[in-house]
């Protein structure tokens, strides 16, 4: 069973083009995030959510927008995608503040590999 | 931003030789966590440290949280094959409430 799931796994797109990623977990977490892989492995949160609020807004362009409609998805939406978007983008998710020191302990998806062309 | 440090970058070893890598930082962490990401994989939990000075293994991996909380190592004994792959730090810093990752390190293994 899978516990963070994400789709697509893999999107290639043209540069100015609009697209979504999706993002599902059923571990019963009230925290989800967005991550994003660079080229180098690095790691970088983008944003979270606790119960669909949003709690980290990193400095991430206007172009990306979140949008969690329960607390079991939460879903990223770029617009006028660049050629410095494509990166490989996670998906986590943790208990919430309730759920003491395990709230750090982050589950992370597949990841979704964006192309941008 | 906040990074962590994290050594080496990149290890290459025999299978059955020990490994250890180690992240420190400048600020004071509450909490220290190791993850190992395959390749085409979402990074996975292996340990997590919640106090300074904790020592946690998990089969032949062995994490510690720093005594000063700025600084954790793991070490994993006699490697096999399936340990290559990047491991990853990350690590909540006090009064954050987001977790910092460091850069990784490579694994290769040669048989």
């Known amino acids: 069973d899978t516990a963070v799931s994400q789709t697509p796994k893999y999107l290639v797109t043209q540069m100015g083009n609009d697209k979504s990623i999706k993002c599902e977990q059923n571990?019963?977490?009230?925290?989800m995030y967005w991550y994003k892989q660079d080229s180098k492995k690095f790691l970088k949160i983008m944003f979270s959510?606790?119960?669909?609020?949003?709690?980290i807004n990193e400095t991430v362009p206007n172009r990306f927008s979140p949008k969690s409609p329960d607390k079991a998805h939460l879903n990223l939406h770029i617009n006028s995608l660049e050629l410095g978007d494509s990166a490989v983008y996670f998906c986590?998710?943790?208990?919430?503040?309730?759920?003491?020191?395990?709230?750090?302990?982050?589950?992370f998806g597949p990841g979704t590999r964006l192309t941008v062309l | 931003g906040q990074q962590l440090n994290q050594s080496p970058q990149s290890m290459f070893i025999q299978e059955g030789e020990d490994v250890s890598m180690n992240c420190t930082s400048s600020?004071?962490?509450?909490?220290w966590l190791w993850y190992k990401q395959d390749p085409g994989e979402g990074p996975v939990l292996l340990i997590a440290?919640?106090?300074?000075?904790e020592l946690t293994s998990n089969g032949r991996l062995t994490a510690q949280f720093g005594i000063t909380r700025k600084d954790s190592f793991l070490n994993i004994s006699a490697s096999i094959p399936s340990d290559v792959g990047i491991y990853f730090c990350?690590?909540?810093?006090?009064?954050?409430?987001?977790?910092?990752f460091g850069q990784g390190t490579r694994l290769t293994i040669n048989p």
């Open positions: 986590a998710s943790s208990y919430g503040l309730a759920g003491g020191f395990s709230y750090n302990e982050q589950f």
């Open positions: 571990l019963g977490h009230d925290t």
């Open positions: 600020s004071i962490f509450n909490t």
């Open positions: 990350a690590g909540q810093i006090q009064g954050a409430q987001k977790l910092v």
């Open positions: 440290l919640y106090k300074a000075g």
């Open positions: 959510y606790n119960n669909k609020e949003l709690i």
